[in-house]
Each structure stands twice: as structure tokens, then as C-alpha cells.
């Protein structure tokens, strides 16, 4: 492997650093966004049981709503409409207060991923330039320049820069791009879950404005 970057040239380096950041990027995002760590086992439970608690005009402390925005990256949000029952705000102000927590969830589920959609699109742009350098390397040696045949060795040096970069640049791409895709899907769905438990919370805070409810 090793040689084959010496084979590839300076312009390698760029694409190898932009790899193993996209890399890390799809870990991080693949693990933060498993269900289980957006919505952990009886946290559900947790906040329904506090809404049954609130709805029947029961003591709850704010250390209890504290709890359940630090339960899940999503909790915040959970936490803003069991508080907002709690000091006796209106449906329409409660609405517009999880609106803005919403926006606030859903950038923490999207995080990094237009930094991996990014990669997608420069990896075979970084690609390209490399092929560039190479065919430079190629028309560029004093061979060349003086109309002679060149040397052999620069020749072939210039074709591997060529060829082993755009290689490269598509061998991060395609991976960047599908990875991107998958991602999104998921955010998608942890979205899409997570609106649909909070307008079932609403419902049971403010039955008779529950129609309205919606986060996005």
C-alpha cells in the first residue's frame, strides 16, 4: 500500500486525508444515530408517565424535566413540552417553543453529514486534479520538451500519478456518496419517529389542540 501512494504522487495525500475523515464521519453518524441511543430503553415510558403526571395536575420537580432533556439527544425536546405544560403555557405558545427545539434536534441529527456529501463531490475533483499533475509530469519532461522520446522512467511515473488518482478519487467518492445516502435515510427515520412521539405527547398534554401539532 504504501507503494502504491509513493506510486501515486504528492496529489494522493488530499484525497487520503479527506478518506479518513469521511471515514470518521460515517462511524460517528452510524453510531449516533441507532435508535436505541436516540430513544434508550423505558425513556419513552419515562416521559408519558411525567405527562400522565403533569395532566393529572401532580407535583413534578424540575429536576425531573431536567432528567429527561439529558436522557437522549432528542430529549430537549420532550423535556420543552413537558415544561411548558408545567408552567401553565398556551398550546399555541407551547407549539411555538417546541418548533424552535425541533430545529435544534434535528441539526444534531444532520451534523456532519454535509461535511460527508462534500467529501462525495471532492474526492473525484481531487481525483481529477491528480491526473492533471500526472499528465503534466508526463508532457512536462525535458524529453518531451525538447521533442526527444522522453524518459521511460518519467513516463511511467506520470501515467501512475495519473491512472492510481483517479482511482482514488472514485474508490472515496462512491463509498462517500452511498454512505451520505444511507445517513440521510436514517436521520430521515430518527426524524420522522421522533415527531411522531412528540405530537403523540402533545395530544396528551393539549388533547383539544393536538390537530395542530407539528414540529418540522
Known sequence: MYSILLSAGWPIWPLLIISIIGLAIVIERAWYLRQIHIFPKDSLESVFGLANTISLHKTVSEAEISSISQISPVGPLFACALREKLTGSSADSALEELQASAQTSWLKLERYLGALATIATVAPLLGLFGTVVGMIEIFGSQGAINGGAGSPQQLAHGISVALYNTAFGLLIAIPALAAWRGLRAMANQRQHEC????????????????????TK
Open 195 to 214: 415527531e411522531e412521539f412528540t405530537r403523540q405527547l402533545f395530544k396528551k398534554l393539549y388533547s383539544q389542540h393536538a390537530d395542530t401539532a407539528d
